[in-house]
């Protein structure tokens, strides 16, 4: 794969219905910067193999594993369009590639996910924008089995804004992750934590704009096994529910602490 790649100040378009990538990481791709530019794919397609930025195993599928990319940087890029904005994808749930910055972007027009990072560790994702998902049913940022992973000041209109599963996982640090000064509204859930460790939830504003039983402002804690949630702390926050729940706490192991919230 290449390395030591700086992309910087281009129009990058793919307007392919499928199989169309703007810009593809494989093959152990290593410090790759994509900086301020307008990265453009399909904005009309609803089919899953179309990605403006992705780092996956395969050029016909953004849910293709392995040794795809390390030390990425994704900052000041307006990024339209696919059925993902940016998807990033490691080996597995035990194996990750390092090393994550996605910050101070503009998401719009995509499908389904704006950014989805799998089996990734060191990740920052910061200062980003949100918005405009085409499907009614859509995620902002799926974080799933990563490593120190920092959620901060990003701006979020989605179904569920921030879904952060099994983070910190197989972290072998108790150092906490940030998941602070985000908005997120969202039509489902703004942010949902389930199974993740060491994590400080500080100073956000989460809001559930849609009527159902399951839908949460945030939800913490829950898993199973050796992946059950643990060390948690939520203060400071401004949590709304619609309906639903403002604020859910499942199963935390240890220490939890949530105070101060509004």
């Known amino acids: ?10 129009y990058i378009e793919a307007e ?10 494989h093959n152990a791709s290593n410090n790759i910067h994509i900086t301020n530019n307008t990265v453009v794919a399909n904005s009309s397609t609803t089919s899953s193999t179309v990605c403006a930025i992705a780092a996956t195993n395969s050029n016909s ?8 990319a ?21 080996s597995s749930t035990t194996n990750h590639n390092p090393g994550v910055t996605i910050t101070n972007n503009t998401f719009t027009d995509q499908y389904y996910y704006g950014a989805r990072i799998y089996y990734m560790d060191n990740v920052n994702i910061e200062g980003n924008s949100m918005s405009a ?10 974080v ?11 701006e979020v209109y989605a179904s569920y804004g921030l879904y952060y599963q099994y983070v910190n996982s197989n972290a072998t640090t108790s150092v906490l992750n940030s998941v602070e000064n985000n908005v997120m509204s969202a039509d489902r859930t703004a942010f949902y934590a389930y199974g993740s460790r060491n994590i400080n939830v500080y100073h ?14 945030c939800y913490v804690g829950g898993g199973f096994g050796a992946n059950v949630s643990d060390t948690i702390s939520v203060r400071n926050n401004i949590l709304s529910a619609n309906d639903g729940y403002a604020l859910y706490v499942s199963t935390i192991a240890n220490v939890k602490d949530i105070d101060h919230n509004l």
């Open 16 to 25: 392919g219905a499928s199989n169309s990538f703007a810009v593809w990481m």
């Open 70 to 90: 390390t030390n990425v940087t994704i900052d000041g890029n307006t990024i339209i369009g696919g059925y993902t904005g940016v998807v990033l994808n490691g």
């Open 1 to 10: 794969g290449a390395s030591n790649v700086t992309l910087n100040n281009l």
């Open 204 to 217: 956000n504003t989460f809001s559930t704009n849609g009527a159902g039983t399951f839908y949460y402002s």
């Open 133 to 142: 998902f085409r499907n009614a049913f859509n995620y902002g940022m799926y």
């Open 61 to 68: 599928s953004i849910f293709s594993y392995g040794d795809n």
């Open 144 to 154: 799933y089995y990563c490593d120190n992973a920092d959620v901060v000041k990003n």
